[in-house]
């Protein structure tokens, strides 16, 4: 079975910074493109950052160019997002799940984590 598990989530101050894990069991997570995602309530999913098996190609949304960076260790078995200056917007549920990458765009192919709660407020 193809699990993933993300871990890090926490109520943060604006300005700070967290970093984001998703551990993949059942598989070799090497094989796979991931992709980070967040949802808040009432508001559609959001495609944060995705990264190829490899690691050499990545994407970012344009609402966290040039804060998050993503990111993986594949002897590790986990693709991280790391979150600096963070904002109370960044608020949300942060999902990661196996994604098709191809050069453009980024779409689940459906074995998603349960998800962190990342949480900016003053």
């Known amino acids: 079975q193809v699990q993933l598990v993300e871990s890090g989530g926490d109520l943060v101050q604006p300005g700070g910074s967290l970093r984001l894990s998703c551990v993949g069991s059942?598989?070799?997570?090497?094989?796979?493109?991931i992709g980070w995602f967040r949802q808040v309530p009432g508001k559609e999913r959001e495609r944060v950052s995705c990264?190829?098996?490899?690691?050499?190609?990545?994407n970012y949304a344009d609402s966290v160019k040039g804060r998050f960076t993503i990111s993986r260790d594949n002897a590790k078995n986990t693709v991280y997002l790391q979150m600096n200056s963070l904002k109370p917007e960044d608020t949300a549920v942060y999902y990661c799940?196996?994604?098709?990458?191809?050069?453009?765009?980024?779409?689940?192919?459906?074995?998603w984590g349960q998800g962190t709660q990342v949480t900016v407020s003053s």
């Open positions: 059942g598989f070799t997570l090497d094989s796979s493109a």
């Open positions: 990264i190829s098996s490899s690691g050499g190609r990545t």
């Open positions: 799940a196996t994604v098709y990458l191809p050069l453009l765009g980024c779409s689940p192919r459906g074995s």
